[in-house]
């Protein structure tokens, strides 16, 4: 019998040092650390639409099960599953975009929770389209402090945007030189430039000037060229070209060049030759004939790498519609032979929001105030058939300060000089 309880007692003690072994090492297996726990997203909410360019995303904490520091990385993108990181480590659980989205463009973001051992808990995804062009309903300026006007210019140079000369009506041209920083307060920065007064000239910015290049003079064009790195002193580069007198022309700097296209000529002739300058002197005749109609009143512009020319109106009046690019200023490509927006003339085209817009101009019947835009040239979709400005032709536009802005014009009563304002 005692031999039995030794036994017995023998066993129990090994049953329980085996028990304390285990014990002790499960005590050495280390607790994994957590990921931070499921959140969601607040706003922007998904499937929204008209949002602001600059919104504010806002998601729920995620709370960390060993209490961790969390912080966040917000994606966000076109794809269906954003993959662009567009601001990361954020402290906060919200976010301000500080620059500006696209406009009229369907977006998807994400968030993606981070503790300090680098786990990590992903949000789902929500979808929203951002606003259209904002067209405010009243002018910025009803009334500018210049002469009302059209067949002026106007370009962006220095922290300001200009308007240099015009046709005030009744054969009234100008050839002075305003400029503004805001849009409302202006400057005369020269009430009569060294050049003489006319309309239907072209202006660009280019090494650092601001150029002026042919027009009508009262009876008749020029072929003229000036700059000025201030606005109010004017130089002559060159008094006559070696290209004919023209107007309605448009003038373009691509590829580190002066880009001089079509027009309408002393003579009743439609142009579509092309020239070059590297410096504003010396010119070079790139195409006598180019593939696309001669015309008048058309538009070029500077837009993914390639200059592009739209619309105007060419041999028997007729308007135009098409769309036409170039990656070198001399081998053209049809990008559309018909665009969605009707025929025009006298209009105007700029580069905004990584897109192309037209506003405006003569369809051979009426006077229009529509604004449509394409993200390739190729398709155009309408932003607004009916603008707050009156219809109108020979206005001018520029991009500044992240607005598209509108300045005088002809509408169906007279000339105007109100400014406008687009964002």
């Known amino acids: 019998m005692k ?68 912080t966040y990385d917000l994606y966000l993108d076109t794809k269906a599953n954003p993959t662009t990181v567009y601001k990361q480590n954020i402290s906060a659980t919200n976010f301000k975009v500080e620059e500006r989205l696209h406009l009229v463009t369907n977006y998807y973001w994400k968030v993606i929770a981070k503790d300090s051992n680098g786990n990590t808990t992903e949000s789902n995804i929500h979808n929203f389209n951002t606003r259209n062009l904002n067209f405010p309903a009243n002018p910025v300026v009803a009334a500018a402090p210049f002469s009302e006007r059209f067949g002026h210019s106007a370009i962006n140079f220095h922290s300001s945007f200009w308007v240099i000369g015009g046709n005030s009506g009744g054969g009234n041209f100008k050839n002075d030189v305003i400029h503004t920083k805001d849009g409302i307060n202006w400057t005369l920065s020269t009430a009569s430039a060294s050049f003489s007064e006319r309309y239907g000239h072209a202006s660009a910015v280019f090494d650092d000037k601001i150029w002026v290049i042919g027009g009508s003079e009262p009876g008749v064009y020029t072929d003229d060229i000036w700059f000025s790195a201030d606005g109010i002193t004017w130089s002559e580069a060159i008094a006559s070209a070696p290209f004919s007198r023209r107007i309605f022309h448009t003038g373009t700097v691509f590829n580190n060049k002066l880009w001089v296209i079509g027009g309408f000529e002393n003579g009743g002739n439609y142009l579509n030759d092309i020239w070059s300058s590297t410096d504003g002197i010396t010119w070079v005749q790139e195409s006598s004939s180019a593939p696309f109609t001669a015309r008048y009143g058309h538009t070029t512009t500077v837009f993914d790498n390639k200059l592009w020319l739209m619309g105007g109106n060419d041999i028997g009046g007729n308007n135009r519609s098409d769309v036409w690019y170039s990656t070198d200023g001399i081998t053209w490509t049809e990008a559309t ?34 604004v449509w835009y394409s993200n390739d040239g190729i398709t155009w979709l309408e932003a607004t058939a009916c603008a707050p400005f009156s219809s109108r032709v020979g206005h001018s536009t520029v991009v500044f300060d992240n607005k598209i802005w509108l300045i005088g014009g002809e509408d169906d009563f007279d000339d105007k000089n109100d400014v406008w304002m687009m964002d």
């Open 337 to 370: 032979t018909s665009a969605q927006f009707d025929e025009r003339v006298l209009h105007t085209t700029v580069v905004f929001d990584d897109k192309l817009w037209v506003i405006a101009g003569f369809d051979g019947a009426n006077l229009r105030n529509d």
């Open 3 to 70: 031999n039995i309880i030794k036994i017995l007692m023998i066993l129990f003690l090994c049953i329980v040092a085996i028990n304390c072994s285990k014990d002790d090492e499960g005590s050495n297996v280390p607790q994994q650390n957590e990921a931070p726990k499921a959140f969601d997203l607040i706003a922007v909410t998904n499937g929204a639409s008209d949002v602001d360019v600059l919104p504010e995303f806002l998601w729920q904490a995620a709370i960390d099960p060993e209490l961790d520091v969390v």
